[in-house]
């Protein structure tokens, strides 16, 4: 590969077209989006996990390639694997024609994994109405209560919405427009 610029004016190695797919630039961009999704209050692996699927060529990894390429233990990558599964952020899948299995980020994990927080929002929703009930409108708790109760019934309402409008510009996006 030859030196060309970047961007940002510092020299590195590019493929063809200006796309950078070294190990190193690869490890870079895992690292930077985990440690931005760890303040954003996922767990350091899973977040590395999930990061190093994402920018995986076919989306798939093994957990001898997570590992490898992490530099961290089989269990380790059990363990992210195991919350990923459980939040609905990747797939596990067996590998054709061997035991091992495979995990699998999709394109529309994150619209999947918003959606199933409906079912968080409504419990919680729920809880929030008996604490009202309890506390009652004319106390200083359960004024909050129900301010709290509100929010979550507009976020809940406008994340619908919001799905919908993401389903259909998804839709435009497949068909090339």
């Known amino acids: 590969m030859s030196?060309?610029?970047?961007?940002?004016?510092?020299?590195?190695?590019?493929?063809?077209?200006?796309?950078?797919?070294?190990?190193?630039?690869?490890?870079?961009?895992?690292e930077r989006f985990a440690a931005q999704l760890v303040e954003a209050g996922m767990t350091r692996m899973p977040a590395r996990v999930f990061a190093a699927l994402l920018a995986s060529e076919q989306g798939v990894m093994t957990s001898a390639e997570l590992g490898e390429q992490l530099k961290v233990s089989p269990a380790a990558v059990s363990g992210a694997i195991r919350y990923l599964a459980q939040v609905d952020m990747v797939?596990?899948?067996?590998?054709p024609g061997?035991?091992?299995e495979r995990y699998r980020v999709q394109g529309n994990q994150w619209y999947e994994a918003l959606t199933n927080r409906?079912?968080?929002?409504?419990r919680w929703q729920a809880t929030l109405r008996?604490?009202?009930?309890?506390?009652?409108?004319?106390?200083?708790?359960?004024?909050?209560?129900?301010?709290?109760?509100?929010?979550f019934a507009f976020v809940e309402k406008e994340i619908?919405?919001?799905?919908?409008?993401?389903?259909?510009?998804?839709?435009?996006?497949?068909?090339?427009?």
């Not at 797939?91 to 590998?95: I, Q, S, T």
């Not at 409906?118 to 409504?122: A, F």
Request: a negative charge; proline letters at 2%; zero cysteines.
């Open 91 to 95: 797939l596990r899948e067996r590998e």
């Open 118 to 122: 409906d079912s968080i929002l409504r």
């Open 98 to 100: 061997s035991r091992r």
């Open 160 to 177: 619908g919405s919001l799905m919908d409008r993401w389903a259909e510009h998804r839709a435009t996006l497949l068909r090339g427009e």
């Open 3 to 30: 030196e060309r610029r970047r961007e940002d004016g510092r020299a590195g190695d590019h493929a063809p077209g200006g796309v950078r797919d070294d190990e190193a630039s690869v490890s870079q961009f895992v």
């Open 130 to 151: 008996e604490g009202v009930d309890q506390f009652g409108l004319d106390t200083p708790q359960g004024r909050r209560i129900n301010e709290t109760l509100e929010f």
